[in-house]
């Protein structure tokens, strides 16, 4: 069974709180749930997490930000012209040990791309 954790992004304060207990009537926080999985370093990807793949079968250096799509969590970006966007979840799970978490879009917003 996967965890059910939250972190918080304080809006106000522009800080990110790993969060045990929380009030959905919390103004000026985002809640950001774990996906239940961990990048190839170990880390639990939540959403709003920034991810890049070194796998060679997946665009070298691209970025995508971990969101909910479809009843599961995706790295996806809205299609670029090369035709890079969204990573399939048979994509993911079958190169999960190569991704990496680079940032989140709160505290790193300059991984985005325009």
């Known amino acids: ?3 059910i954790k939250f ?3 304080n809006k106000k304060e522009k ?15 985002e809640f950001l749930q774990f996906t239940g999985l961990i990048d190839k370093t ?11 793949s070194t796998h ?8 995508w930000t971990v969101s909910w799509k479809d009843a599961g969590f995706y790295p996806f970006n809205d299609a670029d ?4 966007g969204e990573l399939r979840w048979y994509g993911v799970r079958e190169h999960l040990e ?4 680079i940032g989140n879009i709160y505290e790193n917003p300059e991984l985005l791309r325009d």
């Open 1 to 3: 069974m996967r965890a």
């Open 7 to 9: 972190r918080g992004w």
């Open 15 to 29: 800080k990110m709180y790993q969060m045990e207990i929380f009030s959905v009537n919390n103004p000026g926080v």
């Open 42 to 52: 170990g880390k639990e990807i939540y959403e709003g997490d920034i991810v890049t």
């Open 56 to 63: 060679a079968d997946i665009v070298p250096s691209y970025t």
């Open 81 to 84: 012209e090369q035709g890079h």
């Open 98 to 101: 190569t991704f990496e978490i």
